[in-house]
């Protein structure tokens, strides 16, 4: 996968995994890694899909509906390509947290849902619940941030809670943090996602 690789200051901090938004690239979500920890290992993807030429992570065949058969395809392809890079570029593959907008946020909550051990944790700005009706991995002592909208109109709060829901379901541990900018990535939920991990990681 097209993807940029930053060594890390401090070996031992986590190799954080950015994860971009529709119509994105790897170099969108690069400030926000520096903001988040400046001495881990950055790891920036771009998605393999193109959708009318805007890159993304997985197929979807309309707003907000995903076309499940790719979303576990890609969720497999972008889990062996950690695997790879963590050889690659010699970094702990245990040691992974994912931040990740919108459609890169959807596929870290798949990773989620799908892998035990892909993440660590994960930073999920704006997700959407990633698939319904599947068995999750247990996911305990892994933590996860989510920043919603109260009016976000690609994800609707009620969602927001669901995805909670799910991921505590398989024990994962869960700060779900509110906005009320829409879709939005503001300062205000980048601030809250630095003290969260810093109080995790
Ligand atoms: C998705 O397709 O993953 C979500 O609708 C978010 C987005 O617009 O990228």
Avoid at 28 to 34: E, T, W, Y
Avoid at 133 to 140: A, S, T
Wanted: net charge negative; charged share 25%; with cysteine.
């Amino acid at each position: 996968m097209k993807h940029l690789f930053q060594k890390p200051n401090d070996p031992s901090r986590p190799t954080l995994l950015l994860l971009h938004g529709t119509g994105g690239n790897e170099q969108d979500l690069l400030p926000l890694a520096g903001r988040i920890d400046e001495n881990a290992a950055v790891l920036s993807v771009r998605g393999n899909v193109l959708e009318n030429g805007m890159p993304r992570f997985f197929r979807r065949l309309a707003e907000g509906v995903f076309d499940e058969e790719d979303l576990v395809f890609r969720t497999n392809e972008l889990n062996e390509f950690l695997d790879q890079a963590a050889v690659e570029y010699k970094f702990d593959r245990q040691n992974i947290v994912a931040i990740g907008y919108s459609n890169g946020a959807n596929i870290a909550g798949s990773l989620m849902f799908h892998y035990q051990d892909a993440l660590r944790g994960a930073i999920l700005h704006h997700p959407m619940v990633p698939r319904r009706g599947i068995q999750l991995p247990d996911l305990c002592g892994k933590p996860v941030f989510i920043g919603a909208g109260t009016n976000d109109p690609i994800c609707p709060a009620q969602e927001s809670e669901e995805l909670k829901s799910l991921l505590e379901k398989a024990n994962a541990s869960v700060q779900l943090h509110w906005e009320n900018h829409g879709h939005q990535l503001t300062f205000g939920e980048v601030d809250a996602a630095e003290k969260w991990y810093k109080n995790n990681f």
